[in-house]
Nanobody
Framework: QVQLVESGGGLVQPGGSLRLSCAVS????????IGWFRQAPGKEREGVSC????????YYADSVKGRFTISRDNAKNTVYLQMNSLKPEDTAVYYC?????????????????WGQGTQVTVSS
């Protein structure tokens, strides 16, 4: 049974940092690309980052490039999203998702499974 469980969201001031975690089970991280997307109220789902298991490359949306970093710890079956220099426009529910393939097509995911999401609110 494939499961992805996000944690680490919260309220942070502009310029602050958060690290999101995604604990996965039911599949091997070596066989799938994995990443994050987000959805703000009243907006469409937006891809954030993708980590390709086929070549170890990572990809980011222009809006987060240079501020967010995706990583994974296979021993812990966990994927992380380090978010620095947060802005109010980063406010959204963040979802961890498994891609259907081992490789990314840029930062956009082709998700077949995702978690329940974790709320990130950036506000003073």
């Amino acid at each position: 049974q494939v499961q992805l469980v996000e944690s680490g969201g919260g309220l942070v001031q502009p310029g602050g940092s958060l690290r999101l975690s995604c604990a996965v089970s039911g599949f091997n991280l070596d066989y799938y690309a994995i990443g994050w997307f987000r959805q703000a109220p009243g907006k469409e789902r937006e891809g954030v980052s993708c980590f390709s298991s086929s070549d170890g490359m990572d990809y980011y949306a222009d809006s987060v490039k240079g501020r967010f970093t995706i990583s994974r710890d296979n021993a812990k079956n966990t994927v992380y999203l380090q978010m620095n220099s947060l802005k109010p426009e980063d406010t959204a529910v963040y979802y961890c998702a498994r891609d259907k393939y081992r490789y990314c097509l840029g930062y956009q995911l082709r998700p077949d499974y995702w978690g329940q999401g974790t709320q990130v609110t950036v506000s003073s």
